[in-house]
């Protein structure tokens, strides 16, 4: 893609419109998406078919990935031990 159009706008203001937690901002965001909308002759019912074509044109995303399960982050390969005095470390094996 050359360069960022008004779809690529109007999609990043949607979406700081949506994730902001200040009400200011999300008004400014709406302001700014019906100028846009005015502009090129588009209304708010055409914001999802709008926000769509910015999707399909975008490459996907990859999921994140799942953390390990707990049992797979603790290293198998040492013993626990009981702490307590130095002399009295007795192993546990593992369960």
Known sequence: MAGKDWLDRLFKINNLMFSTEFEAEATQCR???????????????????????????RPPTQPTPAPPPAAARRSNNRPRTVHGDASSRRRIPHS
């Not at 302001?31 to 044109?57: A, M, S």
């Open 31 to 57: 302001k700014r998406i019906n100028k846009l909308l005015q502009q090129h002759g588009k209304t708010t019912n055409d914001i999802v078919e709008l926000l769509d074509i910015v999707r399909k044109r």
